[in-house]
Protein backbone atom coordinates (compact mmCIF):
# COMPACT_ATOMS: atom_id res chain seq x y z
CA UNK A 1 0.00 0.00 0.00
CA UNK A 2 1.44 3.18 -1.04
CA UNK A 3 0.25 6.47 0.73
CA UNK A 4 -2.70 8.69 0.50
CA UNK A 5 -1.88 12.22 0.45
CA UNK A 6 -5.11 14.53 1.36
CA UNK A 7 -3.60 17.75 1.53
CA UNK A 8 -3.41 19.36 -2.17
CA UNK A 9 -0.61 21.90 -1.35
CA UNK A 10 1.84 19.98 -2.45
CA UNK A 11 3.08 21.45 -5.75
CA UNK A 12 4.92 24.90 -3.78
CA UNK A 13 7.39 22.79 -2.09
CA UNK A 14 10.40 21.13 -4.05
CA UNK A 15 10.81 18.34 -1.28
CA UNK A 16 6.91 16.99 -2.41
CA UNK A 17 7.53 17.39 -5.77
CA UNK A 18 10.72 14.76 -6.17
CA UNK A 19 8.75 12.52 -3.81
CA UNK A 20 5.65 12.74 -5.74
CA UNK A 21 8.30 11.65 -8.81
CA UNK A 22 9.79 8.78 -7.31
CA UNK A 23 9.95 7.48 -3.82
CA UNK A 24 12.80 7.33 -1.63
CA UNK A 25 12.94 3.96 -1.88
CA UNK A 26 13.55 3.45 -5.21
CA UNK A 27 16.89 4.00 -5.67
CA UNK A 28 18.22 0.93 -3.98
CA UNK A 29 17.47 -0.71 -7.23
CA UNK A 30 20.19 1.77 -8.89
CA UNK A 31 23.43 1.25 -6.01
CA UNK A 32 25.39 -0.91 -8.42
CA UNK A 33 24.86 1.56 -11.05
CA UNK A 34 25.92 4.44 -8.95
CA UNK A 35 28.57 2.30 -7.14
CA UNK A 36 30.13 1.89 -11.05
CA UNK A 37 29.64 5.32 -11.86
CA UNK A 38 31.26 7.45 -8.33
CA UNK A 39 29.36 10.03 -6.72
CA UNK A 40 29.87 12.67 -9.18
CA UNK A 41 27.93 11.09 -11.89
CA UNK A 42 24.63 10.43 -9.80
CA UNK A 43 21.49 12.57 -10.15
CA UNK A 44 21.50 15.41 -7.81
CA UNK A 45 18.43 15.21 -6.49
CA UNK A 46 18.90 10.90 -5.65
CA UNK A 47 22.18 11.81 -4.56
CA UNK A 48 21.74 14.62 -1.93
CA UNK A 49 17.93 13.94 -0.87
CA UNK A 50 16.53 10.06 -2.23
CA UNK A 51 20.08 8.09 -0.79
CA UNK A 52 18.81 9.26 2.50
CA UNK A 53 16.09 6.78 2.57
CA UNK A 54 18.43 4.38 2.37
CA UNK A 55 20.26 5.89 5.33
CA UNK A 56 23.18 7.58 3.05
CA UNK A 57 23.86 11.26 3.65
CA UNK A 58 25.95 12.96 0.86
CA UNK A 59 28.24 15.27 2.84
CA UNK A 60 29.34 18.81 0.94
CA UNK A 61 32.02 19.51 3.56
CA UNK A 62 33.29 16.01 2.31
CA UNK A 63 32.68 15.32 -1.00
CA UNK A 64 32.58 11.50 -1.61
CA UNK A 65 32.53 10.77 1.84
CA UNK A 66 29.00 9.56 2.77
CA UNK A 67 27.67 9.17 6.03
CA UNK A 68 26.01 6.13 6.72
CA UNK A 69 23.35 6.21 9.56
CA UNK A 70 22.02 2.62 10.83
CA UNK A 71 18.80 1.83 12.87
CA UNK A 72 19.60 0.42 16.57
CA UNK A 73 15.81 -0.01 18.27
CA UNK A 74 16.26 0.45 21.93
CA UNK A 75 20.48 1.45 21.29
CA UNK A 76 21.30 -2.28 20.94
CA UNK A 77 23.62 -4.11 18.81
CA UNK A 78 25.49 -7.49 19.30
CA UNK A 79 29.36 -7.73 18.84
CA UNK A 80 29.06 -9.56 15.51
CA UNK A 81 27.37 -6.52 14.57
CA UNK A 82 29.91 -3.92 15.88
CA UNK A 83 32.67 -5.88 14.57
CA UNK A 84 31.44 -5.85 11.08
CA UNK A 85 30.70 -1.96 11.56
CA UNK A 86 34.61 -1.40 12.70
CA UNK A 87 35.37 -3.33 9.87
CA UNK A 88 33.57 -0.50 7.81
CA UNK A 89 34.93 1.97 9.19
CA UNK A 90 38.48 0.64 9.45
CA UNK A 91 38.86 0.44 5.68
CA UNK A 92 38.44 4.50 5.38
CA UNK A 93 41.76 4.78 7.55
CA UNK A 94 41.84 8.06 9.32
CA UNK A 95 38.79 9.35 7.19
CA UNK A 96 36.58 6.06 8.90
CA UNK A 97 34.94 6.83 12.01
CA UNK A 98 31.53 6.16 14.07
CA UNK A 99 29.16 8.98 15.87
CA UNK A 100 26.79 7.64 18.70
CA UNK A 101 24.09 9.58 18.11
CA UNK A 102 21.65 11.49 20.42
CA UNK A 103 19.10 8.89 19.33
CA UNK A 104 21.41 5.77 20.43
CA UNK A 105 22.21 4.58 17.42
CA UNK A 106 25.49 5.10 15.09
CA UNK A 107 26.30 7.04 12.15
CA UNK A 108 29.42 5.52 10.07
CA UNK A 109 31.96 8.31 8.54
CA UNK A 110 34.05 8.05 5.13
CA UNK A 111 31.50 6.05 3.22
CA UNK A 112 32.39 5.41 -0.25
CA UNK A 113 29.47 4.96 -3.08
CA UNK A 114 31.59 2.16 -4.44
CA UNK A 115 30.98 0.49 -1.43
CA UNK A 116 27.96 0.70 -0.37
CA UNK A 117 26.27 -2.63 -2.14
CA UNK A 118 29.24 -4.73 -0.13
CA UNK A 119 28.45 -2.22 2.54
CA UNK A 120 24.47 -3.52 2.67
CA UNK A 121 25.24 -7.32 1.86
CA UNK A 122 27.59 -6.97 5.62
CA UNK A 123 24.83 -4.77 7.50
CA UNK A 124 21.99 -7.55 6.30
CA UNK A 125 24.68 -10.74 7.52
CA UNK A 126 24.22 -9.27 11.18
CA UNK A 127 20.55 -8.49 10.69
CA UNK A 128 21.45 -4.60 10.86
CA UNK A 129 19.32 -1.94 8.49
CA UNK A 130 19.78 1.90 7.64
CA UNK A 131 16.72 2.08 5.88
CA UNK A 132 14.47 5.03 6.12
CA UNK A 133 16.74 6.59 8.79
CA UNK A 134 16.67 9.94 6.84
CA UNK A 135 15.01 12.64 5.26
CA UNK A 136 11.32 12.20 5.74
CA UNK A 137 10.81 9.07 8.14
CA UNK A 138 10.23 7.76 10.97
CA UNK A 139 14.01 7.78 13.12
CA UNK A 140 15.37 5.37 15.18
CA UNK A 141 13.46 4.61 18.15
CA UNK A 142 14.82 5.15 21.49
CA UNK A 143 13.95 3.47 24.43
CA UNK A 144 15.87 3.26 27.93
CA UNK A 145 18.93 1.83 27.66
CA UNK A 146 18.74 -0.41 30.17
CA UNK A 147 15.20 -1.95 29.28
CA UNK A 148 15.57 -5.76 30.75
CA UNK A 149 18.65 -4.94 33.17
CA UNK A 150 17.04 -2.16 35.50
CA UNK A 151 15.55 -4.23 38.65
CA UNK A 152 13.26 -1.08 39.03
CA UNK A 153 11.53 -0.56 35.76
CA UNK A 154 8.18 -1.44 34.79
CA UNK A 155 7.89 -2.66 32.28
CA UNK A 156 10.82 -4.40 29.48
CA UNK A 157 9.92 -2.40 26.33
CA UNK A 158 12.71 -3.86 23.90
CA UNK A 159 10.09 -6.44 22.32
CA UNK A 160 7.78 -3.18 21.47
CA UNK A 161 10.13 -1.25 20.21
CA UNK A 162 11.49 -3.63 17.85
CA UNK A 163 7.71 -4.78 16.70
CA UNK A 164 7.25 -0.48 15.88
CA UNK A 165 10.47 -1.06 14.07
CA UNK A 166 9.39 -3.80 11.98
CA UNK A 167 6.44 -2.29 11.30
CA UNK A 168 7.25 1.38 10.06
CA UNK A 169 10.24 -0.40 7.89
CA UNK A 170 8.88 -3.93 7.00
CA UNK A 171 11.16 -5.69 9.05
CA UNK A 172 14.16 -3.60 7.61
CA UNK A 173 13.11 -4.62 4.31
CA UNK A 174 11.71 -0.84 3.42
CA UNK A 175 7.99 0.01 3.60
CA UNK A 176 6.48 2.58 0.89
CA UNK A 177 3.30 3.10 3.98
CA UNK A 178 5.32 5.53 5.81
CA UNK A 179 8.33 6.41 3.57
CA UNK A 180 5.78 9.91 2.42
CA UNK A 181 5.58 11.83 5.29
CA UNK A 182 5.68 15.47 5.85
CA UNK A 183 8.38 15.80 7.96
CA UNK A 184 10.97 13.29 10.07
CA UNK A 185 9.39 11.77 13.13
CA UNK A 186 10.54 10.62 16.31
CA UNK A 187 8.93 8.10 18.68
CA UNK A 188 10.64 6.64 22.33
CA UNK A 189 9.16 4.29 24.70
CA UNK A 190 10.03 4.66 28.43
CA UNK A 191 9.49 1.63 30.54
CA UNK A 192 11.57 2.92 33.67
CA UNK A 193 10.77 5.66 35.83
CA UNK A 194 13.62 8.82 34.99
CA UNK A 195 12.76 9.52 31.49
CA UNK A 196 15.66 8.64 29.99
CA UNK A 197 14.10 9.26 26.46
CA UNK A 198 13.45 12.68 26.68
CA UNK A 199 9.88 11.84 25.88
CA UNK A 200 9.24 16.24 25.72
CA UNK A 201 10.71 16.11 22.69
CA UNK A 202 9.62 12.92 20.75
CA UNK A 203 6.60 13.40 17.89
CA UNK A 204 5.10 10.33 19.97
CA UNK A 205 6.36 9.16 23.65
CA UNK A 206 4.79 6.22 25.42
CA UNK A 207 5.69 7.28 29.26
CA UNK A 208 4.32 4.27 32.01
CA UNK A 209 1.45 4.79 33.77
CA UNK A 210 -0.87 2.31 35.76
CA UNK A 211 -4.52 1.76 34.57
CA UNK A 212 -7.14 0.78 37.31
CA UNK A 213 -10.01 -1.36 36.16
CA UNK A 214 -13.34 -1.38 37.82
CA UNK A 215 -13.37 -4.25 39.21
CA UNK A 216 -9.46 -5.63 38.68
CA UNK A 217 -5.95 -4.70 39.60
CA UNK A 218 -4.30 -1.53 38.31
CA UNK A 219 -2.19 -2.86 34.91
CA UNK A 220 0.61 -1.61 33.48
CA UNK A 221 0.72 0.44 30.06
CA UNK A 222 1.50 4.15 28.81
CA UNK A 223 0.11 7.32 28.65
CA UNK A 224 0.85 9.23 25.77
CA UNK A 225 2.36 12.48 24.88
CA UNK A 226 2.25 13.91 21.24
CA UNK A 227 4.14 16.22 19.20
CA UNK A 228 7.39 17.41 20.62
CA UNK A 229 9.78 18.68 18.11
CA UNK A 230 13.04 20.82 17.80
CA UNK A 231 13.45 22.99 14.49
CA UNK A 232 14.91 26.36 12.85
CA UNK A 233 11.80 27.63 13.36
CA UNK A 234 10.13 26.42 16.35
CA UNK A 235 10.58 23.75 19.42
CA UNK A 236 7.44 22.69 21.03
CA UNK A 237 7.26 20.17 24.08
CA UNK A 238 5.17 17.23 23.70
CA UNK A 239 2.06 17.50 24.85
CA UNK A 240 -0.63 14.82 26.73
CA UNK A 241 -2.77 12.96 24.25
CA UNK A 242 -5.38 12.05 27.08
CA UNK A 243 -4.83 8.49 26.21
CA UNK A 244 -3.79 5.24 27.69
CA UNK A 245 -3.24 2.31 26.03
CA UNK A 246 -1.74 -1.42 27.25
CA UNK A 247 1.15 -2.72 25.91
CA UNK A 248 -0.06 -4.70 23.02
CA UNK A 249 -1.82 -1.51 21.94
CA UNK A 250 1.19 0.66 21.00
CA UNK A 251 1.99 -0.94 17.54
CA UNK A 252 -1.56 0.11 16.57
CA UNK A 253 -1.39 3.23 18.26
CA UNK A 254 1.57 4.43 16.48
CA UNK A 255 0.36 3.26 13.03
CA UNK A 256 -2.88 5.15 13.10
CA UNK A 257 -0.95 8.11 14.44
CA UNK A 258 1.57 7.86 11.63
CA UNK A 259 -1.28 7.55 9.09
CA UNK A 260 -3.34 10.71 10.37
CA UNK A 261 0.20 12.56 9.95
CA UNK A 262 1.02 10.72 6.32
CA UNK A 263 -2.71 11.86 4.92
CA UNK A 264 -3.24 15.15 6.80
CA UNK A 265 0.06 16.76 7.64
CA UNK A 266 0.88 20.26 6.69
CA UNK A 267 3.26 20.17 3.47
CA UNK A 268 3.48 23.27 1.68
CA UNK A 269 5.78 25.22 4.13
CA UNK A 270 8.54 22.80 5.52
CA UNK A 271 9.04 25.04 8.23
CA UNK A 272 5.33 23.74 9.87
CA UNK A 273 5.03 20.45 8.52
CA UNK A 274 5.81 18.46 11.47
CA UNK A 275 2.94 17.06 13.82
CA UNK A 276 2.32 19.68 16.15
CA UNK A 277 1.36 22.23 13.80
CA UNK A 278 -1.15 19.97 12.63
CA UNK A 279 -2.32 19.45 15.90
CA UNK A 280 -1.88 23.49 16.19
CA UNK A 281 -4.25 23.51 12.95
CA UNK A 282 -6.91 21.00 14.08
CA UNK A 283 -6.84 20.82 17.99
CA UNK A 284 -5.86 18.16 20.18
CA UNK A 285 -9.60 16.92 20.44
CA UNK A 286 -10.19 16.30 16.94
CA UNK A 287 -6.37 14.97 16.09
CA UNK A 288 -7.76 12.23 18.97
CA UNK A 289 -10.68 11.78 17.06
CA UNK A 290 -9.15 11.05 13.72
CA UNK A 291 -6.61 9.05 15.48
CA UNK A 292 -9.53 6.50 17.17
CA UNK A 293 -11.12 6.79 13.11
CA UNK A 294 -8.12 4.78 12.09
CA UNK A 295 -8.19 2.50 14.98
CA UNK A 296 -11.67 1.77 14.84
CA UNK A 297 -12.38 1.45 18.27
CA UNK A 298 -12.19 4.09 21.05
CA UNK A 299 -8.96 5.02 22.88
CA UNK A 300 -9.29 4.77 27.07
CA UNK A 301 -8.34 8.42 28.55
CA UNK A 302 -4.81 8.54 30.65
CA UNK A 303 -3.96 7.23 33.48
CA UNK A 304 -4.06 10.11 36.19
CA UNK A 305 -0.36 9.80 36.79
CA UNK A 306 2.19 8.88 35.47
CA UNK A 307 5.31 6.80 37.09
CA UNK A 308 8.29 8.86 36.00
CA UNK A 309 9.10 10.04 39.33
CA UNK A 310 13.26 10.09 39.14
CA UNK A 311 15.96 12.13 38.48
CA UNK A 312 17.22 11.26 35.28
CA UNK A 313 20.27 9.05 35.30
CA UNK A 314 23.02 8.46 32.83
CA UNK A 315 24.16 5.55 33.54
CA UNK A 316 27.91 5.77 33.45
CA UNK A 317 29.56 3.20 36.18
CA UNK A 318 29.49 0.20 37.45
CA UNK A 319 24.80 -0.87 38.85
CA UNK A 320 23.99 -4.23 39.59
CA UNK A 321 21.43 -5.53 37.71
CA UNK A 322 17.86 -7.31 38.32
CA UNK A 323 19.77 -10.74 37.23
CA UNK A 324 21.10 -12.06 40.36
CA UNK A 325 25.64 -11.77 40.29
CA UNK A 326 25.14 -9.86 37.36
CA UNK A 327 26.36 -5.88 36.54
CA UNK A 328 26.21 -3.15 33.79
CA UNK A 329 29.29 -1.28 33.06
CA UNK A 330 28.31 2.41 31.25
CA UNK A 331 31.60 4.11 29.93
CA UNK A 332 31.90 7.11 28.88
CA UNK A 333 32.39 7.62 25.20
CA UNK A 334 33.35 11.33 25.07
CA UNK A 335 31.30 13.45 22.42
CA UNK A 336 29.99 9.99 21.54
CA UNK A 337 33.11 9.72 18.66
CA UNK A 338 34.69 6.14 18.12
CA UNK A 339 36.95 5.11 15.84
CA UNK A 340 38.04 1.32 14.45
CA UNK A 341 40.24 0.53 16.73
CA UNK A 342 37.34 1.84 19.92
CA UNK A 343 35.12 -0.29 17.98
CA UNK A 344 36.58 -3.61 17.90
CA UNK A 345 37.71 -3.41 21.30
CA UNK A 346 34.12 -2.56 22.64
CA UNK A 347 32.95 -5.71 20.47
CA UNK A 348 36.02 -7.81 22.19
CA UNK A 349 35.06 -6.63 25.69
CA UNK A 350 30.96 -7.51 25.38
CA UNK A 351 32.12 -11.01 24.31
CA UNK A 352 34.92 -11.59 27.32
CA UNK A 353 33.10 -9.65 29.88
CA UNK A 354 29.46 -9.84 29.03
CA UNK A 355 27.11 -11.47 27.03
CA UNK A 356 28.29 -10.08 23.90
CA UNK A 357 25.39 -7.47 23.55
CA UNK A 358 26.36 -3.41 23.72
CA UNK A 359 23.92 -0.28 24.52
CA UNK A 360 24.28 2.98 23.51
CA UNK A 361 22.57 5.96 25.59
CA UNK A 362 21.01 9.08 24.31
CA UNK A 363 23.83 10.91 25.96
CA UNK A 364 26.28 9.47 23.21
CA UNK A 365 28.33 6.76 25.74
CA UNK A 366 28.08 2.65 25.82
CA UNK A 367 26.83 0.39 28.41
CA UNK A 368 28.11 -2.93 28.60
CA UNK A 369 25.80 -5.35 30.41
CA UNK A 370 25.78 -8.87 31.71
CA UNK A 371 29.09 -8.75 33.37
CA UNK A 372 29.50 -11.25 36.27
CA UNK A 373 31.00 -10.22 39.73
CA UNK A 374 33.67 -12.54 39.11
CA UNK A 375 35.07 -10.46 36.04
CA UNK A 376 34.03 -7.02 36.89
CA UNK A 377 37.28 -6.28 38.84
CA UNK A 378 39.56 -7.40 35.40
CA UNK A 379 37.04 -5.59 33.25
CA UNK A 380 37.79 -2.51 35.10
CA UNK A 381 41.73 -2.86 34.56
CA UNK A 382 41.36 -3.23 30.85
CA UNK A 383 43.13 -0.73 28.71
CA UNK A 384 40.36 0.72 27.01
CA UNK A 385 38.52 2.11 29.89
CA UNK A 386 41.45 4.44 30.66
CA UNK A 387 40.02 6.57 27.28
CA UNK A 388 36.08 5.25 28.12
CA UNK A 389 36.25 6.35 31.47
CA UNK A 390 33.25 4.99 33.91
CA UNK A 391 33.99 7.91 36.12
CA UNK A 392 34.98 10.72 34.35
CA UNK A 393 35.25 14.36 35.24
CA UNK A 394 31.94 16.21 36.70
CA UNK A 395 31.34 18.42 33.23
CA UNK A 396 32.97 16.11 30.41
CA UNK A 397 30.51 12.95 32.25
CA UNK A 398 27.52 15.44 31.40
CA UNK A 399 28.80 16.91 27.65
CA UNK A 400 26.88 16.01 24.84
CA UNK A 401 28.07 17.84 21.20
CA UNK A 402 26.26 17.18 17.81
CA UNK A 403 28.61 16.67 14.46
CA UNK A 404 29.64 20.08 14.37
CA UNK A 405 30.89 21.64 11.00
CA UNK A 406 33.70 19.32 10.90
CA UNK A 407 31.03 17.01 8.58
CA UNK A 408 28.09 18.56 8.61
CA UNK A 409 27.16 21.60 6.18
CA UNK A 410 24.32 22.71 8.44
CA UNK A 411 26.50 23.60 11.05
CA UNK A 412 28.11 27.15 11.59
CA UNK A 413 30.72 26.50 13.78
CA UNK A 414 32.88 23.59 15.18
CA UNK A 415 31.35 21.76 18.15
CA UNK A 416 32.99 18.27 19.12
CA UNK A 417 36.39 19.30 19.57
CA UNK A 418 35.57 22.75 21.38
CA UNK A 419 32.76 21.38 23.47
CA UNK A 420 35.25 18.56 24.97
CA UNK A 421 38.53 21.29 25.24
CA UNK A 422 36.31 23.42 27.33
CA UNK A 423 34.74 21.26 29.33
CA UNK A 424 38.06 19.83 30.31
CA UNK A 425 39.65 23.13 30.71
CA UNK A 426 36.79 23.81 33.20
CA UNK A 427 36.71 20.91 35.49
CA UNK A 428 40.59 21.49 35.96
CA UNK A 429 39.52 25.27 37.14
CA UNK A 430 36.12 24.28 38.94
CA UNK A 431 34.68 22.15 41.76
CA UNK A 432 31.05 21.10 40.89
CA UNK A 433 28.56 20.28 43.22
CA UNK A 434 25.85 18.88 41.22
CA UNK A 435 25.61 17.64 37.92
CA UNK A 436 25.84 20.39 34.75
CA UNK A 437 24.95 18.85 31.59
CA UNK A 438 26.06 21.38 29.03
CA UNK A 439 24.49 20.39 25.05
CA UNK A 440 26.51 21.88 22.05
CA UNK A 441 24.38 21.89 18.67
CA UNK A 442 26.44 23.55 15.66
CA UNK A 443 22.67 25.37 14.06
CA UNK A 444 19.35 25.28 14.76
CA UNK A 445 18.06 22.49 13.61
CA UNK A 446 19.39 21.52 17.35
CA UNK A 447 20.70 17.96 16.59
CA UNK A 448 22.64 18.58 20.18
CA UNK A 449 19.39 19.35 21.77
CA UNK A 450 20.53 22.71 23.46
CA UNK A 451 16.93 22.90 25.11
CA UNK A 452 17.09 19.84 26.87
CA UNK A 453 20.85 20.91 28.90
CA UNK A 454 21.51 22.89 32.06
CA UNK A 455 23.50 25.34 29.68
CA UNK A 456 22.62 24.87 26.16
CA UNK A 457 24.70 26.14 23.78
CA UNK A 458 23.57 26.66 20.00
CA UNK A 459 26.17 27.64 17.34
CA UNK A 460 25.72 31.05 15.29
CA UNK A 461 28.47 33.69 14.55
CA UNK A 462 29.31 36.35 16.73
CA UNK A 463 30.77 40.01 16.03
CA UNK A 464 33.91 40.61 18.09
CA UNK A 465 36.00 43.62 17.49
CA UNK A 466 34.10 44.28 14.44
CA UNK A 467 34.19 40.67 12.59
CA UNK A 468 32.74 38.02 12.39
CA UNK A 469 33.61 35.10 14.25
CA UNK A 470 32.55 31.68 15.62
CA UNK A 471 29.51 32.01 18.38
CA UNK A 472 27.19 30.59 20.63
CA UNK A 473 23.38 31.83 21.42
CA UNK A 474 23.30 30.60 25.38
CA UNK A 475 20.36 28.31 26.46
CA UNK A 476 18.77 27.52 30.27
CA UNK A 477 16.80 26.47 32.09
CA UNK A 478 16.21 23.16 30.31
CA UNK A 479 14.93 19.77 32.80
CA UNK A 480 14.86 16.14 32.48
CA UNK A 481 13.67 13.72 34.75
CA UNK A 482 10.05 14.19 36.11
CA UNK A 483 9.01 17.76 35.34
CA UNK A 484 10.85 18.06 32.24
CA UNK A 485 10.45 21.24 30.64
CA UNK A 486 12.82 22.98 27.57
CA UNK A 487 15.20 25.48 28.18
CA UNK A 488 14.97 29.12 26.58
CA UNK A 489 17.93 31.39 24.62
CA UNK A 490 19.18 33.71 27.25
CA UNK A 491 21.91 35.43 25.57
CA UNK A 492 22.99 35.88 21.95
CA UNK A 493 26.02 36.09 20.07
CA UNK A 494 29.19 34.95 22.68
CA UNK A 495 32.16 34.79 20.47
CA UNK A 496 33.39 31.58 21.24
CA UNK A 497 37.02 33.13 21.92
CA UNK A 498 35.14 34.25 25.30
CA UNK A 499 33.00 31.47 26.00
CA UNK A 500 35.13 30.03 28.52
CA UNK A 501 35.33 32.79 31.13
CA UNK A 502 31.08 33.61 30.42
CA UNK A 503 30.75 29.63 30.98
CA UNK A 504 33.09 29.80 34.15
CA UNK A 505 30.76 32.70 35.65
CA UNK A 506 27.83 30.71 34.77
CA UNK A 507 28.92 27.61 36.85
CA UNK A 508 29.85 29.46 40.14
CA UNK A 509 26.65 32.19 39.64
CA UNK A 510 23.91 29.72 38.53
CA UNK A 511 25.39 26.29 39.83
CA UNK A 512 27.69 26.92 42.54
CA UNK A 513 30.64 25.76 41.61
CA UNK A 514 33.73 26.78 43.11
CA UNK A 515 37.08 27.28 41.57
CA UNK A 516 39.84 25.21 43.14
CA UNK A 517 42.78 26.36 45.21
CA UNK A 518 46.08 26.64 43.19
Known amino acids: ?58 RPVTPGKFMMRLRMPSGILTSPQMQVLAEIVQRYGADGSADITTRQNLQLRGIRIEDIPDIFDRLKSVGLTSVQS ?35 TNRGEGNSEFTNLPRKFNIAIEGGRDNSVHAEINDIAFIPAFKAGEQSEPTIGFNVLVGGFFSAKRCASAVPLNVWVAPEQVVQLCRAILEVY ?52 DHIGVYRQKQSGLNFVGLHVPVGRLYAADMFELARLSEVYGSGELRLTVEQNVILPHVSDARLEALLQEPLLEKFSVNPSPLVRSLVSCTGAQFCNFALIETKSRALAMAKALDEQLELTRPVR ?81
Not at 272 to 296: C, H, N, P, T, Y
Not at 475 to 489: F, I, M, N, Q, R
Open 438 to 518: IHWTGCPNSCGQPQVADIGLMGTKARKNGKAVDGVDLYGGGTVGKDAHLGECVEKGIACDDLEDRLRNVLIEQFGAKPKQS
Open 1 to 58: MTSVITNQATSQNKFEKFKAEKDGLAVRQDLEQFAQLGWEAIDETDRDHRLKWLGIFF
Open 134 to 168: GMDNVRNITASPVAGLDADELIDVRDLVQAVQDMI
Open 262 to 313: RDHGLRANRQKSRLMWLIDEWGLEKFRAMVEQRLEYPLLPAAEKDEIDWDKR
